[in-house]
């Protein structure tokens, strides 16, 4: 069992900037692929960026140049900086992992960017 606990969303303005955390239990998080995903209202859940055991990272188009992920395996924790924000980044967004071949989602966090 994996507990994912996300925080840092809130009310940004345009072209502001927000670092999301994700905190994650257990003692091989190390060894986990982890991921940041967004979804707006009446739309799907879509990935942003992900981050592999070996830092190997990858983006969304939409966020590339703008958005990093990184994680502190000693702090069991990934993060997404995202710089300037835009109002279509509006989402609560979430970290996933899949461990043992079974997919853990956190209650996410909102991000809401006004123009």
């Known amino acids: 069992q994996v507990q994912l606990v996300e925080s840092g969303g809130g009310l940004v303005q345009a072209g502001g900037s927000l670092r999301l955390s994700c905190v994650a239990s257990?003692?091989?998080?190390?060894?986990?692929?982890m991921g940041w995903y967004r979804q707006a209202p009446g739309n799907q859940r879509e990935l942003v960026a992900i981050?592999?055991?070996?830092?190997?990272?990858d983006y969304a188009d939409s966020v590339k140049g703008r958005f990093t992920i990184a994680r502190d395996n000693a702090k069991n924790t990934v993060y997404l900086q995202m710089n300037s924000l835009k109002p279509e980044d509006t989402s609560v967004y979430y970290c996933?992992?899949?461990?043992?071949?079974?997919?853990?989602w956190g209650q996410g966090t909102q991000v809401t960017v006004s123009s």
């Open positions: 996933r992992t899949r461990v043992a071949g079974e997919y853990y």
């Open positions: 257990g003692s091989i998080f190390s060894s986990y692929t």
């Open positions: 981050i592999t055991s070996g830092g190997t990272t």
